[in-house]
């Protein structure tokens, strides 16, 4: 005759915790700029038949050893791989437009460069977020800064990005009263995260920031479109 087994009492499993550890291993570390012109190559539904393809400024390296390409998107330096947006793209994979190869997975010189910079920078885990690394702009990337109330939209060319021990990175806009010197530069006292200022900020590359302000009729109903929600909001 057997012996009974006593029940096993239940595990419990907190949720909440699961998630933030595998949203922080998810977080950057290490960016490197993109200096040799490879793009994002997105979808969009609306187009079946074409796809579209967009510069990429950096890229990241995760805390989990994933290196991901990074493109100015919305309201953040975006993962390429999180736009999965059946309205506003979906991405398809990298390509070189030299040679019009397209892959799908970072090419080895970046993932070594930024393996390589991780495990020489090494940067103590604190409480608050703190600097660990800054990044120039070198496309020409703009934003579109929104502030509370009935204040004016205003367009401001991005100069820099600043990466924090959280994760986050910011877009460094200028301050043109505290401009003291051109062109200005990372470090100049004129700069400041663009979150630190204003309610919303939106990203734009630097031809559709031409067209807005050339004052172009179909560029200003997009926007309009796009950034009535956050009016409506404030």
Known sequence: MGIPLSPRPAQVIDLDAMRQRQQARKRLIRLAPELDGLEMVYHLPDESDAYFGMPLLAWGLREDGEVVGLVPWMEHLTPCQVLDDPEHGRFIGYRDPETEELFELPPDHKV???????????????????????????????ALCMDEGDAPWQLKQIFGWRLYSDGAVEALLAD???????????????????????????????????????????????????????????
Request: net charge negative; hydrophobic share 35%.
């Open 176 to 234: 043109e009263q505290l401009v003291d010197s051109t062109p200005i530069l990372l470090g100049d006292a004129c700069l400041y995260p663009g979150h630190s200022r204003h309610r919303v900020v939106y990203f734009f590359q630097r031809q559709i920031a031409n067209r807005i302000r050339r004052e172009d009729p179909a560029t200003l109903e997009a926007l309009a479109l796009m950034v009535m929600p956050e009016s409506s909001e404030s």
């Open 112 to 142: 070594m460069e930024l393996e390589q910079a991780a495990a020489y920078f090494e940067y103590e885990t604190t409480d608050e977020p703190t600097l660990i690394q800054q990044l120039p702009d070198t496309q020409g990337t703009h």
